[in-house]
């Protein structure tokens, strides 16, 4: 950063803190990854200087030649990327995105149904302190006991309850879609289906994760997860959204402008498009059948660790420790894990018993370390220290007499992983797993 270095040392300085922390440390959340740095380049280009309102030769500011041209070639790789003959790249992120989707194609006071935010949906699918879930009206369908998501029961509800629109989508269900059955319920109830693919993404271009094009109306994606761009959102519109409705494109396209946005990021559009040209690359299929295989190990070395996962496991990305035996908060081990080098995130159980705030697991991914080139052997690794600190944690918090009540408070929970040696060493290991595996520059 050489202007940076000369113009504000303490921003530089901010910079190169955060470069080593991702140098030193594992990056497990499941939504995270390791951009290239070609599109690092991208959207730290002069791109950024330009406004676009409007879109591809219908804007409404004049210097608009190359950024024609630049929108243009995303919405091409995205079109043949994910086969679709309708795409917009200029919704800002996930959320904006499925706003856009919900303002386009519902009317205030609508019905939408998604699955529980507290089992794994997202707070866009209706949460009710979300504005999918105060401008419209919403219902959920749910998980069983065993962590499952529950189609018939979903069935029931949508035929009760007649949603306009039905999203299938997650942030911490760890099994894959059956975008088949979604398709058959919103077909019996009369709704539209949209696919929030935002985690999936890069396993579905990989080819290892149902496409969800041939059965929803619609897919939302971010593109700074497993597609390992930057961030963004692309809304598509399959073949069967267009025979629905074939005016459905410039809904959504109305909807992102000038319904909700001013103008676009070209910049990280450009961003999107050289994240595609990476995706289309055979290693990118590599990638993704690595992540899946990385994320199978992983489960099963930290079950063979003794630790529960949701639903048993996992056959994409991700996976939720469900911590309820242990009778320790998401925020403790959460914390302890981060110290001893995994940054992961606390994440609610189904039917947990504690708060949002307080939940009972910890939720994990493997793009960004796969991005790394880490295989079985460093999952292995990895469960092993997991496992390790998770249980040091709690026979500190146990010996310590410690209530859920008690680790609310963060000096509490600061003065129990202080006394851990295990998660000290974990640090170290990490460092020196790290160490062997650099962060990543080009794909
Ligand atoms: N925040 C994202 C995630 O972590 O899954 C979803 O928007």
């Known amino acids: 950063m050489p202007y ?19 140098n030193e440390t594992l990056m497990m959340i499941p939504s995270e990854n390791h951009t290239s740095q070609a599109v690092r380049e991208v959207v730290g280009s002069l791109l950024q200087d330009k406004y676009c309102e409007g879109y591809p030769f ?10 024609d041209k630049i929108e243009d070639l995303c919405r091409e790789r995205v079109k043949q990327c994910f086969r679709v003959p309708y795409c917009n790249v200029q919704a800002l992120s996930g959320a904006p995105a499925n706003l856009a989707v919900y303002f386009a194609l519902l009317k205030p006071g ?50 009760k309850e007649k949603p306009k629109m039905i999203i299938a989508g997650i942030t911490s269900y760890p099994l894959a879609l059956d975008f088949k059955r979604f398709s058959a319920i919103a077909e019996k109830c009369g709704a539209l289906l949209m696919a ?8 579905i271009l990989a080819g290892v994760y149902p496409n969800p094009v041939p059965y929803c109306h619609i897919i939302t994606a971010t593109t700074h997860k497993t597609l ?69 190990y992983l489960a099963q070395c930290l079950k063979d660790g003794g630790l529960k996962l ?35 995130n606390r994440n609610a159980v189904p039917y947990d018993p504690n708060p949002p705030f307080y939940p009972s697991g910890i939720r994990l991914g493997a793009p960004a370390v796969t991005s790394r080139g880490m295989k079985e052997k460093e999952m292995k690794l990895i469960a092993q220290l997991i496992a390790e600190i998770i249980r040091d944690i709690v026979s500190i918090k146990d010996k ?44």
Request: net charge positive; hydrophobic share 40%.
């Open 196 to 203: 929030d693919m935002s985690h999936v993404a890069g396993l």
């Open 310 to 344: 949701c639903a048993g496991g996992t056959n994409t990305h991700l996976m939720v420790i469900d911590l309820q035996e242990f009778k320790v908060s998401g925020n403790l081990i959460a914390e302890a894990l981060e110290q001893g080098g995994i940054v992961a």
């Open 400 to 443: 310590s007499g410690l209530t859920l009540e008690d680790e609310k408070k963060k000096a509490t929970r600061d003065k129990i992983i202080a006394k851990s040696a295990v998660v000290k060493k974990s640090k170290q290991k990490v460092r020196q797993l790290c160490a062997r595996f650099p962060l990543p520059n080009s794909y």
């Open 110 to 159: 609508d019905k939408i149904m998604g699955l529980r935010m507290d089992q794994g949906g997202h707070i866009t699918h209706g949460l009710k302190v979300n504005v999918s879930g105060t401008f419209f009206n919403s219902v959920f369908y749910h998980v069983d006991r065993e962590g499952f998501i529950d189609y018939d029961a979903m069935e029931e509800i949508a035929l």
């Open 228 to 296: 390992r761009g930057p961030r963004g959102a692309l809304i598509m519109v399959s073949d069967k959204g267009l025979r629905a409705d074939p005016q459905m494109g410039e809904r959504i396209d109305k909807a992102v402008f000038p319904g909700l946005q001013g103008g676009p990021h070209e910049n990280n559009i450009a961003g999107i498009a050289v994240a595609l040209k990476e995706a289309q690359k055979p290693a990118f299929k590599r990638y993704g059948r690595q992540i899946v295989k990385n994320a199978a």
């Open 4 to 22: 940076l270095n000369k113009t504000d040392l303490k921003m530089a300085a901010l910079i190169k803190a955060e470069e080593k922390r991702q």
């Open 58 to 67: 219908k804007r409404y500011y004049q210097g608009q030649e190359n950024y």
